[in-house]
């Protein structure tokens, strides 16, 4: 509010209209401008929050999401994961999506600050800026495969003469002289000296305030509107039950000894997508087309999926984005219908080479179909441990193919699978500097002790995961500060699809210590020990963890 002390007669004197009764008393005025300067900062700030707000609240009541400010954090990401390469794909993990949602307000408020500070002598400025800010907006919304060109235009038409008016009526309370309006009765009067006009202050603060809340409070609605309870509402619903229910072996005395859950609960799987916001799918009218090199192409609803005969897998998804020891991976039981269920249905033609598929919201990725020759678990999940598939690993259905990384076939909010050929169809990941294909290969990590803990000395246990799915595990080594391998103790598995817990006991001595672990496939494959980054098609080498025993 310091602005707001400066003195309001801040006169812009070569300003249209002004120019000619230019005095030498306004001439020197013009020391005072930089504090009009900083009050039309603070109002195009508000006038961009103003169109902001009522952007986002007009999407959410006319259902148009991704909304603008989030659409344009989407297309942000669809042009710049591929830049970030290295680190694209965690970078865009859950922590830093409300980050690059504050980036956009942020710099929508100061492109409508320096605005509104340009406005001060250029009074179209306001209107021009706001229209294209709008027809970016429009442009960001449309380009999501979520919304319709016609609902986008709208969201605009509103949100621009919003943002632009609130700007304007702002400008002439705060800053009199602009050339957008008649010169204040403070400037225009016999006082020789303009003094700050209280009245005309007092009716600054009380717009600008009750526009800048009123935005906020819109925003926040729009939020609340958005969300919805569509998919809440379905997964309240009961689930068709498995011909066969997977097999859990009893890991608990793994768990004890600090490996990873086998199962990984569901409020702890890794989230790794390019979607800003999770995409709320309503399943009543959501539906999955299968296509392209196929006899019979079909679309199938919600409903009618979840009649179909359904499998229960437990299967390890790992992110290729996982550094060596990293947790983006997890375990969890998958129910769905298997996808050679619909495939049969379709009819593959023999020149089909690779299962391309699509979400709702445009992303994409492919894999060979000469992966489901065997009998890998390749399937439309619905359901994960037991519950309906939360929105944000993709209700109402994803794929989950064994042994592949997510970016090459765990599509969430599946809405398309598109039978194609190899060449010339790529998904997301693959222009961004990622394998084509996706094997995910062997690894190995420690759980405990973690690097860097205080352990106390005796009997302690070493604890971790190993997994290779689709080959399965058959033995996991330690080695204690440069020693000997050690062979480790293995847990039981549902199957060759999952992560298999190991431990190993220690007696600890006091002294800093270093442990690595290292695996072999179930095909006799020992784990590459050479260390390569995540980039193009998953990390390699083997983990190791530091710590201190106590003395
Ligand atoms: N629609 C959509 N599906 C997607 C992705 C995505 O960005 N969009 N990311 C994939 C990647 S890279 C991974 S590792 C897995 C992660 O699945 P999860 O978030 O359920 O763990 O989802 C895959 N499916
Ligand atoms: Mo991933």
């Not at 008393?25 to 961009?48: F, K, N, Q």
């Not at 603060?205 to 809440?232: F, K, N, P, W, Y």
Request: with cysteine; aromatic share 6%.
């Amino acid at each position: 509010m310091a602005a707001m002390t400066d003195q309001q007669g801040a006169i812009e004197v070569d300003a249209p209209g002004t120019a000619t009764d230019a005095s030498p008393r306004e001439v020197s005025s013009r020391e005072a401008s930089p504090g009009s300067a900083r009050r039309a900062a603070l109002v195009g700030v508000i006038g961009a929050g103003v169109a902001l707000g009522v952007g986002e609240f007009v999407s959410a009541l006319i259902g148009a999401q991704p909304s603008p400010v989030v659409a344009v954090g989407g297309r942000f990401i669809d042009r710049f994961a591929g830049a970030l390469k290295d680190i694209a794909v965690s970078i865009f993990g859950t922590n830093d999506k409300p980050a690059l949602i504050a980036g956009t307000v942020m710099i929508t408020c100061a492109l409508g600050a320096a605005t509104a500070v340009g406005a001060r002598r250029r009074a179209w400025l306001p209107l021009a800026v706001f229209c294209a800010f709008g027809a970016f907006g429009a442009w960001a919304q449309a380009a999501d495969p979520q919304v319709d060109a016609a609902p986008a235009v709208i969201v605009a038409a509103l949100s621009v003469p919003a943002g632009a008016a609130a700007t304007r009526r702002l400008l002439r309370l705060a800053v009199p002289h602009t050339p957008t309006g008649e010169p204040s009765d403070a400037v225009r009067g016999a006082d020789p000296i303009p003094r700050p006009d209280a009245l005309g202050r007092r009716r600054f603060i009380v717009t600008a305030g009750a526009l800048g809340a009123g935005s906020a409070g819109l925003a926040v609605a729009a939020r609340a509107l958005a969300r919805g309870d569509v998919v809440e509402a379905a997964r309240a619903a009961g689930l068709p039950v498995p011909a066969r229910r997977a097999a859990l072996p009893d890991t608990a005395a793994f768990e004890a000894a600090g490996a990873s859950r086998y199962v990984t609960p569901v409020k702890d799987f890794y989230r790794i997508d390019t979607a800003l916001l999770v995409p709320q799918v309503d399943a009543d009218s959501w539906d999955l087309s299968i296509g392209g090199l196929v006899a019979r192409p079909f679309s199938i609803g919600y409903d009618e999926l979840l009649s179909l005969p359904s499998i229960e897998q437990v299967v390890t998804l790992q992110c290729v984005s996982n550094e060596v020891g990293d947790e983006l991976v997890g375990t969890a039981v998958w129910q769905g219908v298997a996808l050679a269920t619909l495939l049969d249905r379709a009819g593959v033609k023999d020149s089909a080479e690779q299962v391309f598929s699509t979400s709702v919201d445009g992303w994409n990725c492919g894999f060979p179909i000469s992966v489901l020759d065997g009998e890998r678990p390749a399937m439309i999940a619905y359901a994960m441990n037991g519950e309906r598939l939360p929105a944000r690993h993709g209700f109402p259905a994803r794929l989950v193919v064994s042994g592949l990384y997510g970016y090459v076939s765990a599509t969430k909010w599946l809405s398309t699978i598109e039978l194609t050929t190899w060449d010339g169809t790529d998904g997301y990941w693959v222009p961004r500097g990622w394998s084509k294909k996706g094997p995910i290969k062997l690894t190995s990590r420690i759980d405990v002790p973690r690097s860097g803990a205080s352990v106390t000395p005796g009997r302690t246990p070493i604890a971790g995961v190993a997994w290779r799915p689709a080959t399965g595990i058959s033995a996991v080594q330690i080695s204690i500060d440069g020693g000997d391998w050690l062979d480790c103790e293995l847990g039981e598995v549902a199957s060759e699809h999952t992560w298999v817990q190991w431990k190993r006991d220690w007696d600890a001595t006091p002294g800093d210590h270093e442990v690595v672990v290292r695996a072999v496939d179930a095909q006799g494959e020992p784990q590459i020990t050479r260390d390569q980054e995540p980039a193009p098609d998953g990390a390699t080498g083997l983990h190791r963890v530091s710590f201190t025993v106590a003395s």
